[in-house]
C-alpha cells in the first residue's frame, strides 16, 4: 500500500508517528524519495522530500532512537537489579553454595584438558 502523506513524519493509515524508513533515492533535482514502513499497520508509503525535509526527518529519527536506547537501557538496569535481589534473596535464604558456580560436567566435556594446554600455549 503505497499513499502520499501529508505530514512528514505521520502514517497516512492509522496516525502512528513510529514510520521507519527503509530506503531512499536521490533525484537529480535534489530531491529524495524515502520509502517509509509503519510498523503498526504494515503501511508502506513512499514521499518525496527535499533535504530540508530530510535533515528534520533523520533528527526525528535519531531522536527516537536516543528514546529507544534510554527505554532500553532502563529495561536492562530494571532486570540487572531484580537478578542481583533474586540472587541476595538466594544467599540469605542459603540456597546457593560453592558447587552451583563449579563448570558444569557438560562444560568441562566441551574442552578437554590437553585441549585447554594446547589453548594457551597458542
Ligand atoms: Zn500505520
Redesign the pocket.
Known amino acids: 500500500m503505497f499513499a502520499d502523506m501529508v505530514v512528514l513524519s505521520v ?1 497516512p ?4 508517528d513510529l514510520l521507519q524508513p527503509l530506503g531512499w533515492e536521490q533525484h537529480a533535482d535534489g530531491e529524495v524519495l524515502v520509502e517509509l514502513r ?1 510498523p ?2 504494515y ?1 508502506w508509503v513512499q514521499i518525496s522530500h527535499t533535504q530540508a525535509e530530510m535533515r528534520a526527518l533523520d533528527r526525528l529519527h535519531a531522536s527516537f532512537r536516543d528514546e529507544l536506547r534510554c527505554a532500553y537501557e532502563a529495561r536492562v538496569a530494571e532486570n540487572m537489579e531484580a537478578l542481583a535481589d533474586s540472587l541476595r534473596d538466594a544467599f540469605e535464604r542459603d540456597l546457593l553454595g560453592p558447587d552451583d558456580f563449579a563448570p558444569r560436567l557438560s562444560d568441562r566435556r566441551r574442552v578437554r584438558p590437553d585441549q585447554q594446554e594446547r589453548r594457551k600455549a597458542a
Open positions: 502514517c493509515g492509522c496516525g502512528s509503519c503498526e499497520c503501511a
